[in-house]
């Protein structure tokens, strides 16, 4: 089915998807009153899960692998710390809704997530690393 999508397309497809249901969790999350400090970390490993498995069989059609999966994590966590720095830059410095924040820093992080996914997902493995 996504066989003949190009890699860019795949990417933004699962990446999409990934970034709608984040900025879901942080919204709601802020319009309820919970601190985004913990709807971002919550939402970033919720959504890990999902993201690990829908870029490895469908963006960079890989094998899924424990090690992937925790070198995947650990390069979300790095968008973590740049997505925690650019809310409280747009959202408590100059008092943007979260409503525009958090995508913004969606559009922002697209690429150093896509540069963590691929390093995660398709780096040389050596050794037998254990599969799902």
């Given at each position: 089915m996504f066989r003949h999508i190009p890699l860019?397309?795949?990417?933004?497809l699962v990446g999409g998807s990934c970034a709608l249901v984040h900025n879901i969790v942080v919204i709601a999350g802020d319009a309820i009153g919970?601190?985004?400090?913990?709807?971002?970390t919550a939402s970033t490993l919720g959504v890990g899960g999902m993201g690990y498995m829908l870029h490895s069989h469908l963006t960079f059609r890989a094998a899924p692998r424990w090690s992937g999966y925790?070198?995947?994590?650990?390069?979300?966590?790095?968008?973590?710390?740049?997505?925690m720095i650019l809310l409280a830059f747009l959202h408590d410095l100059l008092a943007l809704p979260?409503?525009?924040?958090?995508?913004?820093?969606?559009?922002?992080?697209?690429?150093?997530?896509?540069?963590?996914?691929?390093?995660?997902?398709t780096a040389r493995r050596t050794g037998a690393a254990k599969a799902f």
């Open positions: 860019p397309a795949r990417y933004l919970v601190p985004y400090t913990f709807t971002v925790g070198r995947y994590l650990m390069g979300m966590m790095s968008g973590v710390v740049i997505t979260m409503l525009i924040a958090s995508p913004a820093t969606t559009v922002v992080t697209t690429l150093t997530n896509f540069i963590a996914s691929r390093w995660a997902i």
